[in-house]
């Protein structure tokens, strides 16, 4: 049974930093591919960034890119989404999810299959 547990939400002010962890159980990280979703009241679900199995890169939403940085440490089985200069667009709750049966991270976008239970980051003066 595959099982995701985020933390590390919270409220912050424009400008601020924030670090979200999400530990997996049931499976090894590099089998299943792993990434970061989020999602604001009355807004379709965005993806935020993805670590591809099929190229090992990794991708970022554009409104993301150049200040969220997605990490993971295999020996902990933990994935980190490390958020620099934060904008009250960043609103949302975040999502860790994961994919078997996806080895890109378009694939992954559309049929993520495990989620966990999401963390709400605020971000507001």
């Known amino acids: 049974q595959v099982h995701l547990v985020e933390s590390g939400g919270g409220l912050v002010q424009p400008g601020g930093s924030l670090r979200l962890s999400c530990v997996a159980s049931?499976?090894?990280?590099?089998?299943?591919?792993i990434g970061w979703f989020r999602q604001a009241p009355g807004k379709e679900r965005e993806g935020v960034s993805c670590?591809?199995?099929?190229?090992?890169?990794?991708y970022y939403a554009d409104s993301v890119k150049g200040r969220f940085t997605f990490s993971k440490d295999v020996a902990s089985n933990t994935v980190y989404l490390e958020m620099n200069s934060l904008i009250p667009e960043d609103t949302a709750r975040y999502f860790c999810a994961a994919a078997g049966n996806s080895f890109s991270c378009a694939s992954f976008y559309e049929t993520p299959e495990y989620w966990g239970q999401g963390t709400q980051v605020t971000v507001s003066s």
């Open positions: 670590i591809s199995r099929s190229d090992g890169n990794t």
């Open positions: 049931g499976y090894t990280l590099n089998h299943f591919t």
